[in-house]
């Protein structure tokens, strides 16, 4: 199945199994995002990840590149669906945009909406996620996924894999986030 196609099926998923209930934030321009609102949403994304992470600032002084994707939904009804469009930085500059689409199974309701920001602390890690022609983020090892410790601090056992996930919503830092069966691909915006 094509990215596109797994995207829109997850969309319509979304949308059919959450109609009466809704999907809280999403909006229509969102799923059509302009490059100029996607840097200004990640500005945003980065200023609340710098505020309510714990090293947050540290994390992205060292990152070599950081993709961000400012708002990233997640819907489901018993097949859920996570989508979005962001940036990698490099060096301070929007080096380019991807989009973020996955499917999960298993019993799940609702809708949400969160930052997800993905940190490269080596360039190796970096290069090999710029020369990949679609990324799996679930299935790569080297990929941390940042959780909230005890009294909410970063779990620091993770911080020294080559790719930090972190997932913030409008609280802070979450817990238990999975991304198996996330896929990110480059764009054109």
Not at 3 to 20: E, F, N, T, Y
Not at 33 to 44: K, P
Not at 145 to 154: E, H, N
């Amino acid at each position: 199945m094509k990215r596109s196609d797994m995207k829109v099926l997850a969309i319509s998923l979304a949308c059919l199994l959450l109609g009466p209930i809704g999907i809280t934030g999403l909006k229509q321009e969102s799923l059509a995002a302009s490059a100029q609102e996607i840097n200004a949403w990640t500005q945003t994304a980065l200023s609340d990840f710098r505020a309510k992470v714990p090293q947050g600032s540290k994390v992205l002084q060292d990152a070599k590149g950081i993709l961000v994707f400012p708002h990233l939904y997640n819907a489901g009804f018993v097949v859920g669906g996570k989508f979005a469009d962001g940036e990698l930085i490099i060096n301070n500059r929007v080096s380019g945009y991807y989009n973020l689409v996955g499917l999960s199974w298993g019993f799940q309701i609702g809708g949400q909406r969160q930052s997800l920001i993905i940190a490269f602390m080596t360039n190796d890690a970096l290069q090999r996620f710029r020369s990949s022609a679609g990324w799996d983020l679930g299935g790569d090892a080297t990929v941390a996924v940042v959780d909230v410790g005890t009294q909410g601090t970063v779990d620091t056992r993770s911080l020294n894999k080559p790719v930090l996930a972190f997932a913030v919503d409008q609280k802070g830092l979450m817990a238990g986030v999975s991304l198996k069966g996330t896929k990110i691909t480059r764009i054109t915006k």
